[in-house]
């Protein structure tokens, strides 16, 4: 196969051990079979990993790795299978140690390249939610799903493209199912496939979904995986989620104004934004060219979650999923979040298929009403239970994957299995911290001075908008600029200035030199800790503010910035800070969540 200059190949040395012409003279330990994970691309390959510990503790097992290098999306497979550590076989050499009968399995989660080179040894497992897209056959030698340009286009038979994973055009090779076993996750794929390719029928075995198994296993630890993303105060994790392709959400031309809706529309204090991509967009457009379209919205509050990073974590433990016709809205569904369709490309699916369904059942995105009351509307009006049909249709096994597939592989390997029950590897929450806000902030506040009891002052901050917000209970408003902010103009006419502490200098100078920098702002605030900050007065009053205990036992992952506001608003008021320090404790309001905060004076100097 030629590969043109520039292109990204994987595996280009020939392996000598643990395979090769005389591997045995190095090997340490003598395997009785040999597996073969054989990797497409990125979004293939996580699910190839999703089963690769199903071969632990089978210490007469060797496995290897190769690509196929038919997929246009190469970018990030070495790095991934560096990482995952496996041997990584060169496609020619992979070809040739078949022919030669030295490997006993191979597995695969996607039809491309020329996978008829393992016919008779073949397993191969969907990439996503079983199989829906239509997409016509390339005109290529080397089949890959990934030539077609994620859109459907006239093809087959009646102008219809055929369904990718159940079409002849696909499964079979010179009239031959290319696999041993077709593994699908539930019986309505079974029909599909029988309806499409009868000749393929008597391959399929039902092993339910690996990667739903341990998401079902995420939703039951939820309350951890909000506190992980910061959404454990109160907060609404709102997930945008894209396939790829020109018909996807990201690709729509309404991704631009949704994206700067959200953030500009949604309180930073009350709402979480994270993004979660598919694959081929982070390496089909290269990783930097991502980040640089998401820039600004990052530097504004949202996360995006790397393609090989917790982003199932992120819709296990979401309040919405903004998203098309991808797996992950899907899996989003089953897990019983409520999900928005931004996008949604209904001529692409198989009509009979789950997501198909879906689409027809979930609520639509309606770009010419504002995205706030609608985000909440599908929240609040969520009944549970109301996607429990697409649960059940996503796997004809929940939580059993993994022995299926066990079982399966090692029957296909003529091996005894170990003893121990299978299992997932469990995805463990990973903090993705408080989001850094370094555009400029529009906060508006209301201070209340009860008869009796603490300070409270409500506080509602917005990134960045392009209007001033409409929150007609507010009584004042100001800006809060962060001092590394690339927006000078703005920092230079900032109300309170933040610096969450990068510069490594001791907080108290560094609060009187952003004062001494900046003559027009009132307030300097700098980070301290979690929940923690120091802030310095323009007459000199210098506080420090930490979040108290939650009642349920975990600490207040609010911005401490949000209290520095506050601080600003008692003072504006009319109000000195040294007030606060004898009432001792002030109430700051985030939307619906209360936040009670020590104040206390802190040395000048």
Known sequence: MTREAGEVTVGQERLRVPVGRDAARWRTREPARTVLFVVHNVTSATRLLDVLPLFDDALDVQTLATCTGSSPFLAGVPELLDAAGLPVVPWEQAKELAARGAV????????????????????????????????ATPDTGHRTPDTGRGEWEPGGEDGIAPVFGTDPAWVLHEGRPLAAATV???????????????????????????????????????????????????????????????????????????????????????????????????????????????????????????????????????????GDHGSVTYYAAALGVPVLLGAFAQRDLDPASPVAALGRAAPRLRPDAPLRPQVDAVIDGHVPGRYDAFAAAATSDPGASAGLLRSLFHSMLDLPEPVRPARPRPLLPEDTGTPHLTVPVRVLTTVRVPAEGLPEIAVIRFADPAAEPDAPEAEDAHTAVDAWTGDEGRLSLADVVLDDGRSGEAAGPRAAELLMEHPYAGLAAVRTGRGRCLIRGREGTVLELAALPRPDGFADPCDPFA???????????????????????????????????????????
């Open 104 to 135: 006993d399995l191979a597995v695969a989660a996607s039809y491309g390249g020329e996978l008829h080179a393992f016919q008779g040894k073949l397993a191969i497992l969907s990439h996503g939610i079983g199989y829906n897209k239509r997409l």
């Open 563 to 605: 209290y520095a506001s506050a601080a600003y608003a008692w003072w504006t008021g009319g109000r000195p800070l040294a007030a606060l320090v004898d009432a001792g404790v002030m109430t700051v309001v985030t939307g619906a969540v209360r936040h009670q905060v020590t104040v206390r004076a802190a040395p000048a100097g």
């Open 184 to 322: 699908l996750s539930h019986p309505e794929q079974l029909d599909r496939l029988r309806r499409d390719c009868p000749e393929a029928a008597a391959t399929a075995v039902l092993a339910g979904d690996p990667c739903f198994d341990r998401m079902l296993a995420l939703h039951r630890r939820r309350p951890a995986l909000r506190r992980a993303f910061g959404a454990g105060d109160g907060r609404r994790l709102v997930v945008l989620n894209s396939t790829w392709g020109r018909a996807s959400l990201l690709g729509s031309d309404t991704f631009p104004v949704l994206l700067r809706e959200l953030t500009e529309t949604f309180p930073v204090d009350e709402y979480r934004l994270c993004a979660v991509l598919h694959p081929n967009i982070w390496y089909g457009h290269g990783p930097g060219q991502v980040r640089a379209w998401l820039r600004r919205a990052a530097d504004a509050g949202l996360t995006p979650v790397d393609p090989l990073g917790p982003w199932r974590q992120a819709v296990a433990a979401a309040d919405c999923v903004i």
